[in-house]
Every structure is written in structure tokens, then in C-alpha cells.
């Protein structure tokens, strides 16, 4: 009972290489820039914009100008996680923009697409939450820095 094997000559088989890995155990940030890359994205899903240059993509984060606390810890963000590359500071108006061009922020914050962010639906990747749920509170303090509201209530007694 021997197995006749078919042999076919119109089949080609072709090895692609592999598909890149974005699960549980990849991240396209190193481990010591989690607290940064946390508090960027919050930053940049509120205040955030990503536009495609003809060779490079750019990052802008728009801030008020008297914002100075928030430019600074933005522009630390964005050299702890593009190092040896330049960060940017544009005035337009009453508004600081913090920019700094790379190939990697489409990579980087998969959320960038056509048309504006707050008509889209925005979802973590998992690689994204794992940061997240790691970093929570710099994750909520790039949110409240982005788009928040912070009050002092002075009550005199």
C-alpha cells in the first residue's frame, strides 16, 4: 500500500518573509522610553498631528505659548524617543508649535490617517495599551496637559 504522490509542475510555492510582529511581546519603543511614549500619546491624541512631508513624516504638538512646563516635558518626550534627532519650536499666533521629523511616527502612533482624529474611531493597538496600562499616570498627564482643565479653587476663610 504504497502512496502515490502528485506531482503537479503549474504549482509555485513562493517564502515570503515574515509578517512584522506588533503582539504582546514586540514593541516599536524600548522599555525605558515607556513613561515617555506614554505621555506623548496622550499628548499627541489630544493636541497632536502627524503630516506627511515629500520624504519624512512630521509630529506637531500645538501648546500655548505661556505653556512653557508642557513644551519643555513635550520636547523631552520627543528626544527620548527620537535621539540625536532635532526638536522644532514654531510660533504661530499665541500657539508654540513642538515638531520633529521622522519615518517612524506613522509607526509609532498607528492612530495617524486621513481626515481629522476626532471624526475617526480611535483604538489602541495592544502594544499600545500594554504602555498604557504600565503608564497609567503619564498616559492621564499627557490627556489633562492635551486637552484638560486644571483649576485652583482659593477659598478664603
Not at 2 to 10: E, S
Not at 33 to 60: A, M, Q, V
Not at 83 to 112: C, E, T
Amino acid at each position: 500500500m504504497g502512496l502515490n504522490p502528485i506531482v503537479r509542475k503549474d504549482v509555485q510555492v513562493r517564502i515570503l518573509p515574515p509578517l512584522p510582529s506588533f503582539g504582546p511581546y514586540h514593541y516599536p519603543v524600548p522599555r525605558r522610553c515607556f513613561n515617555d511614549y506614554s505621555y506623548l500619546l496622550g499628548l499627541y491624541l489630544g493636541d497632536g498631528y502627524i503630516n506627511r512631508s515629500p520624504r519624512t513624516y512630521r509630529l506637531h504638538v500645538y501648546r500655548h505659548r505661556n505653556d512653557h512646563v508642557v513644551i519643555a516635558k513635550a520636547a523631552r518626550a520627543i528626544r527620548t524617543l527620537r535621539p540625536g534627532h532635532p526638536v522644532g519650536f514654531r510660533r504661530k499666533g499665541a500657539m508654540v508649535i513642538v515638531n520633529a521629523y521622522s519615518n517612524d511616527w506613522p509607526r509609532l502612533f498607528p492612530q495617524h490617517g486621513p481626515g481629522r482624529k476626532q471624526e475617526r474611531v480611535i483604538v489602541l493597538d495592544g502594544w499600545q495599551r500594554d504602555i498604557v496600562e504600565r503608564c497609567p499616570a503619564e498616559f492621564a498627564r499627557g490627556c489633562l496637559d492635551s486637552d484638560g482643565c486644571r483649576h485652583r479653587l482659593h477659598v478664603g476663610l
